[in-house]
C-alpha cells in the first residue's frame, strides 16, 4: 500500500531525541497515580499526540545508539545491515537503501541537524554526511544543561535557555532557506542533551522540578535515595529542554504556513542511560519509548495505538506516505494502515508484540571486546529474554567490584567516567551511588539486578510484575508460556536471517565485528 505520488506534496519532520525513553506528560493520563511523568511537562510533544496520535506500546530495535538507527534508517532489524549492528566499530554500508536517500532521489530536499547516526563510520552516512548537515547556529544544544547553567552566571536562566532555543532556529531556518522552491522537505532534528552528562541539580536549578517529587515513584529496581532521585529529576530537566526546542520548530512551520502540509513524528532512541536496567538492556526501561505523530487530514486527532511497533517500522511508513515504493530490504511494516485507520485501542490485530536485540556496545567492556549478545520479545503481558552467553557480564567487566572487599573508585570517576567499571552502562551519580553502596542488605539486591550476570532465560509476568523484578522462567506454571513466546521469539530470528541463531560460528563472535578496533580500523 502506498498513495499516489503527486497527490499532494508531503513534507517530512523527524525529531529523534538521543537516550530519551517515555518521558512525556501526556502518557501520565495513561499511567497510574505514581507516574514519573505527572512531575514533567512537555507541552510540544503533547501538543502533537492531542492533533494526532500517542503511541502507547512503542519500542526500540536495539537499546544501543548506533544499532536503533542503522535499523531505523534503513527499515530493517540490526542484525541485517552489516557492521551497522553494533556501535564502536561500525561502518556504513552505503548498498543498503535509507529512507531520507530514498526520498532525496525523488525529489526531496533533505536535511538533518545534530545527531543521526554515530558513533561508526562515515558519521550520518545513512543521511548523506555532512552534504545534508545544518548547524550554522552551532551544536551547543546537545550539552543543554551544561551551557546553560554556565551562561547563566553571567545573562540570567531564562536568556541562557534562549540562546539555545535561538541556535535551534537558525539551524532549522538555515535548512529551509536552502530548499529549492517547490520541493517537499524531510528534516531530522536529533538533539543529544538528554544524553549524558548533565549539570548536577540542573533539574531544579533550569526547571523547576523538586527531586524530593520523586520520592515513591522510582521503579522497584532503582534505590530511592536522594542522589538518585536528583540525577533522574536532572534527566527530566533535559526531557523539558528537548520539548522546548521541539516547540520551536513547530512555531517555525507554524509561521511559514508549513505545519499542517507536514508528517511530524517524535520519539527516541532508547531509555535512560546510567541507570540499571535502563539503556543497553532490553528490559521495557531500555527499549520503551515515547512516540506521537501528526498529520493533519490523515491521522484523526485525539487517536491512542495500542498496537507494538517496532522504530524500524517508520522507514517503510515515510516511504508509503510521500507516495514512493518500498526497497526489499526494508523488512519493517508500514504504519501506514494503522495511521490512516480512525479507530484507537488495537488497530491491526498483528501487532501484538515487538522483537529487540543488542550485540556489542562498548567495545572495551569485555575481554576480547566481545558482546553480550541477547534477544527478546515483549507483548502486552510478558517480557521474554534469551542471554545467548550468560556467562559473561551483561553490564561489562565489574573491573574486581564483583568482590566485595574490592576499594570502588572514586565517587568522581565512577560519576564521569564510563569505561572505569561496568562499562555498558553510562557513568552517572546514579552508577557510582550504587556501586559504592553494593554491600549494604538492602542494596545488595538491587546491584545484583543491575550489575549482575544473568541466565539464559529470563521471564517475566508484566501483569503481576510490572518492574520486571522476579524471573520466572524456571517455574513450571509459567513452562507453556515459556515455550510459546520462544517459538514466536525464534520464527522471527529465523526469518529475518538473524546470524545469531542461524550462522554457526556466529559473525558476531569474530571480527570485525568483535575484537580490538584497532585491528578493525586496519
Request: net charge negative; glycine share 8%; hydrophobic share 35%.
Amino acid at each position: 500500500m502506498f498513495l499516489r505520488k503527486g497527490d499532494f506534496d508531503l513534507n517530512i519532520l523527524f525529531a529523534f531525541a538521543d537516550d530519551w525513553g517515555r518521558y512525556a506528560s501526556i502518557y501520565a493520563e495513561h499511567e497510574g497515580p505514581d507516574s514519573i511523568n505527572k512531575l514533567i511537562s512537555t507541552p510540544s510533544f503533547d501538543r502533537i499526540a492531542r492533533e494526532g496520535a500517542l503511541f502507547m506500546n512503542a519500542s526500540v530495535p536495539a537499546p544501543s545508539c548506533t544499532p536503533c538507527r542503522s535499523s531505523l534508517l534503513s527499515g530493517q532489524y540490526f542484525w541485517q545491515t552489516g557492521l551497522g549492528a553494533i556501535l564502536l566499530g561500525a561502518v556504513w554500508d552505503e548498498t543498503i537503501p535509507t529512507y531520507p536517500l530514498e526520498l532525496e532521489k525523488n525529489g526531496y530536499h533533505i536535511g538533518h541537524t545534530y545527531k543521526v547516526w554515530s558513533p561508526g563510520k562515515t558519521a550520518n552516512a545513512p543521511y548523506g554526511g555532512k552534504r545534508t548537515a545544518y548547524v550554522t547556529g552551532g551544536a551547543n544544544f546537545g550539552k543543554f544543561s551544561h551551557h546553560a547553567t554556565k551562561r547563566a552566571q553571567e545573562i540570567g536562566i531564562e536568556a541562557a535557555k534562549r540562546e539555545l532555543l535561538d541556535e535551534v532556529r537558525m539551524n532549522f531556518d538555515s535548512f529551509m532557506e536552502s530548499r529549492p522552491e517547490g520541493k517537499p522537505f524531510c528534516y531530522w532534528w536529533g538533539p543529544t542533551n538528554t544524553h549524558r552528562t548533565w549539570e548536577q541539580g540542573s533539574g531544579k536549578a533550569l526547571w523547576g522540578l523538586n527531586p524530593d517529587d520523586l520520592m515513591g515513584r522510582l521503579p522497584a529496581f532503582l534505590p530511592d535515595v536522594p542522589e538518585v532521585r536528583e540525577d533522574v529529576c536532572d534527566y527530566l530537566g533535559e526531557c523539558q529542554a528537548l520539548d522546548t526546542g521541539l516547540g520551536i520548530i513547530l512555531q517555525r512551520l507554524e509561521e511559514l504556513g508549513e505545519l499542517d502540509e507536514t508528517l511530524i513524528v517524535v520519539s527516541g532512541d532508547h531509555g535512560i542511560p546510567g541507570m540499571p536496567r535502563g539503556k543497553c538492556n532490553l528490559y521495557n526501561i531500555g527499549c520503551e519509548v515515547a512516540l506521537a505523530m501528526r498529520w493533519p487530514g490523515h491521522i484523526q486527532p485525539g487517536r491512542i495505538i495500542d498496537d507494538f511497533v517496532n522504530l524500524m517500522d517508520l522507514a517503510p511508513t515515510f516511504l508509503e506516505a510521500a507516495g514512493m515504493p518500498v526497497p526489499e530490504s526494508m523488512t519493517g511494516r508500514s504504519l501506514l494502515p494503522v495511521l490512516l485507520s480512525e479507530i484507537s485501542g488495537q488497530v491491526d490485530p498483528g501487532r501484538t508484540f515487538v522483537v529487540t536485540g543488542r550485540e556489542r556496545h562498548v567495545s572495551s567492556a569485555r575481554k576480547g571486546e566481545l558482546p553480550y549478545p541477547q534477544r527478546a520479545i515483549r507483548t502486552e503481558e510478558y517480557l521474554y529474554i534469551i542471554n545467548f552467553e550468560p556467562d559473561r557480564w551483561p553490564m561489562g567487566a565489574p573491573r574486581g567490584l564483583d568482590n566485595p572487599n574490592t576499594v570502588p573508585p572514586s565517587y568522581e570517576d565512577l560519576h564521569w567516567k564510563t569505561g572505569v567499571a561496568y562499562a555498558e552502562m553510562d557513568a552517572s551519580p546514579t552508577k557510582a551511588w550504587m556501586i559504592h553502596h553494593r554491600n549494604e542488605e538492602e542494596i545488595k539486591p538491587l546491584f545484583r539486578l543491575g550489575f549482575g550476570k544473568r541466565p539464559y532465560e529470563e521471564l517475566y509476568d508484566l501483569r503481576k510484575d510490572p518492574f520486571y523484578m522476579e524471573n520466572v522462567a524456571d517455574r513450571p506454571e509459567y513452562s507453556d508460556i515459556k515455550k510459546k513466546l520462544n517459538v514466536e521469539l525464534m520464527e522471527v530470528l529465523h526469518k529475518q536471517q538473524d546470524p545469531r541463531v542461524t550462522e554457526n560460528p556466529c559473525r558476531f563472535e569474530h571480527a570485525p565485528y568483535a575484537g580490538p578496533l584497532q585491528a578493525f580500523q586496519r
